[in-house]
T-cell receptor
Framework: GAVVSQHPSRVICKSGTSVKIECRSLDFQATTMFWYRQFPKQSLMLMAT?????????EQGVEKDKFLINHASLTLSTLTVTSAHPEDSSFYIC?????????????FGPGTRLTVL | AQSVAQPEDQVNVAEGNPLTVKCTYSVSGNPYLFWYVQYPNRGLQFLLK??????LVKGSYGFEAEFNKSQTSFHLKKPSALVSDSALYFCAVRDLLERGSTLGRLYFGRGTQLTVWP
């Protein structure tokens, strides 16, 4: 149980286009989903916290107009990278917390490798 | 402020030898501690966690970690390393006093690359 999927696993796009990444909790309801960005051989940088039915909370320095997050249901959150630039190339990982309970741990998706040409 | 430190970028051990990956933390309240492992181009896999109780926590794949409150440490250990344990290891902490819209967020260390030589 507690499986999180991401789609696509890899995406290559041209500079200036938009890319949508999906994060799904397959067998549980996720009240909260988190979006991270990871550069090569570096730690995960939290981009935003997404609560179902409300606006995402973005970390300082993350442009909310560039990285659009939607958490429309208890099993799906999406991250849209708008007007992508080569510097947006990175590994994006989502995680999801089970609904209910205070000690909920996060379950991580397999990640999406974005390459912007 | 909440933070996690993994002082070693790399740890190298021979197969069959014990391994330790170090982690220290800083939180305002009581810590909720985790270890995760990441293989190349993959997401994070959960190894173990500590909330309360016995200071020695046993997890997946033979790993264990010891919580030391006085030293604010949560070192990851394994008695006998395997080549297949080679991966990137992350320590993370959640502050149980944190509330609001970011409830549940984790603070990660920078990661330690473990290499086990055959």
């Amino acid at each position: 149980g507690a499986v999180v999927s991401q789609h696509p696993s890899r995406v290559i796009c041209k500079s200036g286009t938009s890319v949508k990444i999906e994060c799904r909790s397959l067998d549980f309801q996720a009240t909260t989903m988190f979006w991270y960005r990871q550069f090569p051989k570096q730690s995960l940088m939290l981009m935003a916290t997404s609560n179902e039915g409300s606006k995402a909370t973005y970390e300082q320095g993350v442009e909310k107009d560039k990285f659009l997050i939607n958490h429309a249901s208890l099993t799906l959150s999406t991250l849209t990278v708008t007007s992508a630039h080569p510097e947006d190339s990175s590994f994006y990982i989502c995680s999801a917390s089970l609904r209910g309970g205070f000690y909920n741990e996060q379950f991580f998706g397999p990640g999406t490798r974005l390459t912007v040409l | 402020a909440q933070s996690v430190a993994q002082p070693e970028d790399q740890v190298n051990v021979a197969e069959g030898n014990p391994l330790t990956v170090k982690c220290t933390y800083s939180v305002s309240g009581n810590p909720y501690l985790f270890w995760y492992v990441q293989y190349p181009n993959r997401g994070l896999q959960f190894l173990l966690k500590y909330i309360t109780g016995d200071n020695l926590v046993k997890g997946s794949y033979g790993f264990e970690a010891e919580f030391n409150k006085s030293q604010t440490s949560f070192h990851l250990k394994k008695p006998s390393a395997l080549v297949s344990d080679s991966a990137l290891y992350f320590c993370a902490v959640r502050d149980l006093l944190e509330r609001g819209s970011t409830l549940g967020r984790l603070y990660f260390g920078r990661g330690t690359q473990l290499t086990v030589w055959p």
